[in-house]
């Protein structure tokens, strides 16, 4: 449906927002008519064939961002989901690929042997790849610059009960791509090494039946080969990996190849990126208190403060209760706790309500309980670590004290 208005003006990228209504019911006049409450429409439209999305141009900037905050994910109409809107961006440069289409509202079922098909018709197809994330597009590239024309003549037809659209495919240059921005909430990055120049080559964008040895081939003109291997990856498509003797070597012919014929196909060729090395830091919180001016030597398995109360019964004859070993212990003093691990353990802990308790029953050297000559000695400290308090388990058993 042809709108009442005209087209918008490429210039005015400030005044003019991008809406995605997400609507079946959303057509070029709706969505101008709705947006004229936000300030007065200068101009409008359609940004894909499928009507999907728009371009709104208004008579000033504030206008534009009033439109913005007025509709930014708010419903069209009677879907739930919300539009897409937000101020208009300019586009990048984008330079003309001569023999490489691109089809557009590809049905996400098709596969690039149903899309080939199709294209095949009108000249040799060389390379068919998905070139967008979510699915949909797909670029035909073919071995000669005749048959775009042609394949462009395709454009309404119907793959799978849907209809594509083909048109020139237009690529932004390398140099031209805007940098990635970091994700607001991640992490700081890790302390690294520079990395080492890599004497990788990466040479993508390769015809279909491209073999090692044909690289091979290319590649030795611009030094020694040692290793070539050949990818088809459904992401990045046909390309070869390529290991040169040395990282000079690597980048004279990455620039010797790239933007070179090879088989019908243009390819593309660029220097691999090596991993950083990462410098790891040793001693955790020990060595940041170092480093802080604090004890260099502290461990994260210091020991803690030990129990001078608390001693180590050892011997203990088999299935004795807890109440046969307090009272054989309580002439040193009161015992008030009573720890075992479980009933056949043949060591137990406890621990007196003063020192000196402890210390006699440490210099008293043994205890005579049914039979046996228990050992007893001073509790050590358990490790833990220097900036936390051991836990203590809920369950522990505790002696009862006397009335």
């Known amino acids: 449906m042809a709108s009442s ?4 003006n490429p210039a005015n990228w400030a005044s003019s927002v991008f809406v995605a209504p997400r609507d079946a019911t959303a057509d070029i006049n709706a969505v101008a008519a709705k ?6 429409v200068v101009g409008i439209n359609a940004v894909t064939p ?27 109409g009677s879907e739930e989901r919300g539009m897409r809107v937000h101020v208009a961006l300019e586009p990048l440069e984008r330079e003309v690929v001569p023999n490489a289409v691109y089809v557009r509202n590809v049905a996400r079922e098709a596969t690039k042997e149903d899309v080939s098909a199709i294209f095949a018709a009108v000249g040799e197809v060389v390379k068919v790849k998905p070139v967008s994330r979510r699915g949909g597009g797909m670029e035909v590239t073919f071995a000669d610059e005749a048959s775009v024309p042609k394949a462009i003549a395709l454009s309404g037809g119907s793959l799978m009960d849907r209809q594509y659209y ?9 140099a031209a791509r805007p940098a990635k921005k970091p994700r607001a909430n991640a992490a700081p990055a890790a302390e690294s090494a520079p990395p080492k120049p890599s004497n990788k080559v990466r040479v993508g964008d390769l015809a279909a039946g491209t073999e090692e040895s044909t690289i091979q081939a290319l590649a030795s003109a611009h030094g020694e080969v040692s290793k070539v291997k050949v990818i088809d990856s459904e992401v990045s498509g046909l390309h070869a990996i390529v290991t040169f003797g040395t990282a000079e070597e690597a980048a004279a012919a990455a620039g010797a190849l790239d933007g070179s014929n090879v088989q019908g196909a243009t390819v593309s060729a660029s220097v691999t990126r090596s991993r950083r090395r990462r410098t790891r830091k040793r001693g955790g919180a020990a060595a940041a208190a170092g480093a802080a001016g604090g004890d260099a030597g502290a461990s994260k398995k210091a020991p803690g403060v030990a ?45 007196f309500a003063s020192a000196d308790a402890a210390k006699a029953a440490v210099e008293s050297g043994s205890v005579e309980l049914d039979g046996e000559q228990l050992t007893i000695q001073q509790s050590t400290a358990t490790r833990v670590r220097a900036d936390r308090v051991r836990n203590t388990r809920p369950n522990r058993r505790q002696v009862p004290k006397e009335e």
């Open 50 to 76: 499928t009507n999907s999305s728009f371009l709104v141009e208004f008579a000033s900037a504030d206008a534009a961002a009033k439109a913005v905050d007025m509709f930014a994910d708010k419903p069209f």
């Open 307 to 351: 129990d001078p109360a608390r001693i180590c019964v050892g011997n203990l004859p088999a299935e004795i209760d807890a109440e046969a070993v307090t009272a054989a212990f309580n002439k040193f003093g009161e015992v008030v706790r009573f720890q075992r691990r479980n009933t056949s353990a043949r060591f137990c802990f406890l621990t």
């Open 5 to 8: 208005l005209p087209a918008c």
């Open 35 to 40: 947006f004229g409450a936000a300030g007065t």
């Open 166 to 174: 083909v048109e020139q495919r237009k690529r932004v240059p390398r």
